[in-house]
T-cell receptor
């Protein structure tokens, strides 16, 4: 079974600043997918960014980017220019087919005005 | 992206009664659906995986007779909490995907309160 570890239960960041969330995972697979999901107070799961393990280039989505280190099994998320709407719980997730996700414990991010 | 609709968004039921939660894929055929349970400020815990036309596969520790899952069509899966008790109160979320897919799509979740 795959394990996903998020070691930061809570993070606080000033509006417009940058915050980085850490995630490590353990797997013997070579082909897999990694995701960061955002869960705001509404509790709807929102996909923030995804990374295919076979791609060396780090994924980017607007203000969100990842640092994917396959050998180290590390997948961190950087939120740049933080906005109040970024306040949410963030989950790192691992997936190998067929689409079964393993989630980390989550990191609660609070953006301060 | 693909849309998954979960209904109801919230439900209150009396202890001892059963409650059904529906998960529908609106614009794709969901060959696989997953049901999760989430306690406040905690992660999603996978309860079971269902494939259309097959019996659901339950995770260890999940009571099959209490949490009945049916995936009778490619667009609908249901979770029935039978003989509900206050400790079953939780947030339940479904996700769905298709064969060969590399992403799962989530419903809005259902907040169940058993009184």
């Amino acid at each position: 079974a795959q394990t996903v570890t998020q070691s930061q239960p809570e993070m606080s960041v000033q509006e417009a600043e940058t915050v980085t969330l850490s995630c490590t995972y353990d797997t013997s697979e070579n082909n897999y997918y990694l995701f960061w999901y955002k869960q705001p107070p509404s509790r709807q799961m929102i996909l923030v960014i995804r990374q295919e393990a076979y791609k060396q280039q780090n994924a980017t989505e607007n203000r969100f980017s990842v640092n994917f280190q396959k050998a180290a099994k590390s997948f961190s998320l950087k939120i740049s220019d933080s906005q109040l709407g970024d306040t949410a719980m963030y989950f790192c997730a691992f997936m190998k087919r067929p689409t079964k996700l393993s989630f980390g414990a989550g990191t609660t991010v609070t953006v301060r005005a | 992206g693909a849309v998954v609709s979960q209904h109801p968004s919230w439900v209150i039921c009396k202890s001892g009664t059963s409650v059904k939660i529906e998960c529908r894929s609106l614009d794709f055929q969901a060959t696989t659906m997953f049901w999760y349970r989430q306690f406040p400020k905690q992660s999603l815990m996978l309860m079971a995986t269902s494939n259309e036309g097959s019996k659901a596969t339950y995770e260890q520790g999940v009571e099959k007779d209490k949490f009945l899952i049916n995936h009778a069509s490619l667009t609908l899966s249901t979770l029935t909490v039978t003989s509900a008790h206050p400790e079953d109160s939780s947030f339940y979320i479904c996700s769905a995907s298709w064969t060969g897919g590399t992403e799962a799509f989530f419903g809005q979740g259902t907040r169940l309160t058993v009184v």
